[in-house]
């Protein structure tokens, strides 16, 4: 969540049972967190959607080349990250 900003209580309308699935998993006091947490979510959405139209704009739309090439760049940084995790965590001593 968004350190340091001032809040305000808001009443929203939600469905009952989706409200209730994420009260039951987080908690009453978890719950105004998780909708927040959603929210900034949707947020980062909208603004990399706004930056990928003005970027397509600017350069033509993005090709499905470009796309599959991006996939497999991020597939192989998520690789070399869980590598680096697995290396550096600490190790069970036998008992």
Excluded: C
């Excluded at 909208?46 to 033509?60: A, Q, R, S, T």
């Amino acid at each position: 969540m968004m350190s340091g900003m001032a809040t305000k209580k808001y009443t929203v309308t939600l469905p009952e049972e989706l409200a209730e699935e994420i009260r039951a998993e987080v908690g009453s006091g978890g719950f105004s967190r998780y909708v927040t947490q959603a929210i900034e979510r949707q947020r980062e959405r909208d603004n990399l959607h706004e930056f990928v139209g003005w970027w397509e704009g600017e350069h033509g739309e993005v090709t499905d080349a470009e796309l599959a090439l991006a996939e497999a760049e991020r597939l192989a940084l998520q690789r070399q990250h869980a590598e680096r995790k697995a290396r550096t965590a600490p190790r069970r001593k036998a008992s």
